[in-house]
């Protein structure tokens, strides 16, 4: 099973603790990484084929400074399509302006959707397919931009479709919010004030957040499995979808 992680904040904030927490599975999901953050209607990508255990470009993730207020990043376990650059996650396209990024984990079978020209796959993975569909599926229903509740509804009524054809535990993002989808195992969690210390669940390193942020901060992650042993993660039901703007979750929209 591939591994999920996002963030959405109110503010930039540094995502290298949970990254850290993220690549230290990659020894069973060994095929590739990738990660994207956005800065301003910018958007920085780094991925590669090789496992984030080794790959000298994860070595620079975790010493980029990142600060950004929509992460999304994965950790690949091969279940369709050939371990290559072009298969690796998160993916990327543009519609209505923006850069909107997908990370999907899960296994969709018999999902052979008919696709137009301004969304085609380039590599030949269901994660990349379903992706090319929603931003399909999107374009035709709305001429520009909606707000972030209006999508929500939308997103509500597409991605049952995805899910009947296998499990769909999703993240997509376009700098505004983040949305996570939850088929089989998500969880999520908000950092607020007052702040304390946490520990990585498979590794002995700790951060006290308090020494880090304000008191105003506010950081929605979002990972397949809980990242830390010590904070009150939240299980996401199977069919759940839930935007995350600012930090802050929505209620949930069944999805």
Known sequence: MCQLLGMNANTPTDVCFSFAGLARRADEHKDGFGIAFFEDRGLRTF????SARVSPVAELVKRY??????????IRKATQGRVALENTHPFVRELWGRYWVFAHNGDLKRFEPRLHAAFRPVGDTDSERAFCWLMQELAKAHASVPSVAELSATLAELLPTLGAHGSFNALLSNG??????ASTH????????????????DEDLSVDFASLTQPSDRIAIVATQPLTADEPWVAMAPGELRAF???VPAPPSPG
Not at 65 to 74: F, L
Not at 176 to 181: E, T, V
């Open 186 to 201: 998500l969880h999520w969690l908000v950092r607020q004030h007052p702040f304390r210390a946490a520990t990585l669940a």
């Open 47 to 50: 991925v590669d084929h090789h």
């Open 245 to 247: 703007v600012a930090g």
């Open 176 to 181: 505004q919010a983040l949305w996570a989808h």
């Open 65 to 74: 400074p990142i600060k950004s207020d929509n992460v999304i990043a994965h």
